[in-house]
């Protein structure tokens, strides 16, 4: 079996977009900071979100069943600590400007891309659920901004893409055994 410690340090060397994720409902605005976000499928577009169970704001989840997936820029590392602080939820909403499409889930206005979705299947895992979410609006930010990534515990800025001389492969059959 693998040993937690070994687990989360190998889990730091993935980079991983950093995300706002917000809901809003009865009990009012709620979000947190998230990295484990990636696309399911195309047809239909969906997300997969995942929450740590324990977390305060795990409970509006789940009762309102919608959220937004805020992607965030580079000069927005300071709102990914302030989602991942102990602030009370109506203060860490203070932070920037909030908007909504379809679901009524806070919206980031100056993001790099906002998926707004309704969360379609939850699934317990360990300590976590991983939400599949159905897509139902898109809004994407400024071109020229770049991604906020996590690696290694630090914050990086995406750069310049980098140029692969892609030769087409000839086909190779390999036996196995």
């Known amino acids: 079996m693998v040993e937690k410690l070994i687990f989360k340090d190998a889990m730091a060397r ?12 009865d009990t009012g605005r709620h979000g947190f900071t998230a990295s484990a976000v990636c ?3 195309d047809s239909p577009p969906s997300l997969l979100v ?14 309102n069943q919608i959220l937004a ?12 600590d302030v989602f991942a602080s102990p602030l009370e ?27 707004d979705c ?13 939400f599949i979410c159905k897509i139902i609006a898109i809004r994407q930010g400024e071109n020229e901004k770049r991604s906020l990534v996590y690696f290694d515990r630090q914050y990086h800025k995406i750069g310049q893409p980098v140029a692969i001389d892609r030769q087409p492969a000839s086909p190779q059959v390999q036996k196995v055994g």
């Open 50 to 63: 995942c929450m740590n169970a324990n977390a305060r704001s795990y409970e509006h989840f789940i009762a």
């Open 69 to 80: 997936v805020n992607t965030l820029s580079a000069e927005q590392a300071h709102l990914s």
């Open 14 to 25: 993935l980079a991983t977009a950093v995300h706002i994720v917000t809901t809003d409902g």
């Open 39 to 41: 696309s399911v499928t």
């Open 118 to 130: 309704e969360i379609q299947t939850i699934q317990d895992v360990g300590t976590h659920s991983i």
């Open 89 to 115: 939820s109506k203060a860490r909403f203070e932070h920037a400007d909030w908007s909504v499409l379809s679901t009524g889930a806070p919206v980031l206005t100056d993001a790099l891309v906002s998926f």
